[in-house]
């Protein structure tokens, strides 16, 4: 089994990264400047808010307790795994300026609303966890990108990463993500299983896409609107 999830793991990382979905986000002028820290600000801090509320709906759809079971332990984590002060969009928080205030006009809104929209249209076992993997599986690239879009200098580099959110975020993705293929081998073994978490996988990634295809545009409109 083992043998099996890593190759899994290298077949989805794989299909995800012929997209190239950061690309747009690196290659701007504003990346890792004052406008990066305020857009990603805005938007990680509510997609961050926003991964319970999409897990714990997508336990809720489920049909076994076995799958829900797995569903909630990454829920758990997100919302400091017992402890209020580590839930993860307040740890986020944490890393941002002291004056930094958060700015509704800059949002992913659209986008997180069409994540709950999908898994309620189509409530499949399938379809859920593949949208959950498309979800984690960048997410080691997703982190190191939201690190350097919010510092700005070397100064900022060393004070930020041992930061608790940075720091549980580089240990845990690795995990989450081997979790997240394991629910694929043990959950999805018909033909039709496969092809709905694929098209659930596909969703994920397309979100993705969008969400950094949004931030290098607020990035740009942010510039252009106080220059």
């Known amino acids: 089994m083992k043998n099996q999830v890593s190759d899994w793991t290298d077949y989805f990382f794989n299909k995800y990264n012929k997209k190239s979905i950061f690309l747009p986000f690196l290659n701007s002028p504003y ?19 926003f991964m319970p509320k999409y897990l714990t ?6 049909s076994t307790n076995e ?19 580590a839930i993860h969009s307040h740890l986020f928080l944490e890393c941002l300026d002291n004056n930094f205030k958060r700015d509704h006009q800059i949002t992913c809104e659209k986008e997180l609303a069409s994540l709950l929209n999908k898994i309620q249209k189509n409530p499949s076992d399938s379809f859920i966890l593949g949208i959950n993997l498309g979800l984690e599986i960048p997410a080691n690239e997703n982190i190191e990108c939201i690190f350097n879009a919010i510092t700005t200098n070397k100064e900022e580099e060393l004070k930020i990463e041992k930061m608790p959110f940075f720091k549980i975020h580089r240990i845990n993705e690795d995990e989450h993500i081997r979790l997240n293929v394991k629910n694929f081998l043990d959950f999805c073994k018909s033909k039709e299983e496969v092809n709905e978490f694929l098209e659930g996988f596909n969703i994920a990634i397309n979100f993705w896409e969008s969400f950094w295809s949004l931030a290098t545009k607020e990035m740009e409109s942010f510039h252009v609107l106080r220059s």
Do not use: M, P
């Open 31 to 49: 990346y890792k400047t004052r406008i990066s820290k305020v857009i990603i600000g805005n938007l990680w801090f509510e997609f961050s808010d």
């Open 57 to 62: 709906k997508a336990a809720s759809l489920v």
């Open 67 to 85: 799958i829900r079971r797995n569903i909630v332990q990454i829920a758990y984590e997100e919302l400091g795994s017992g402890s209020h002060k």
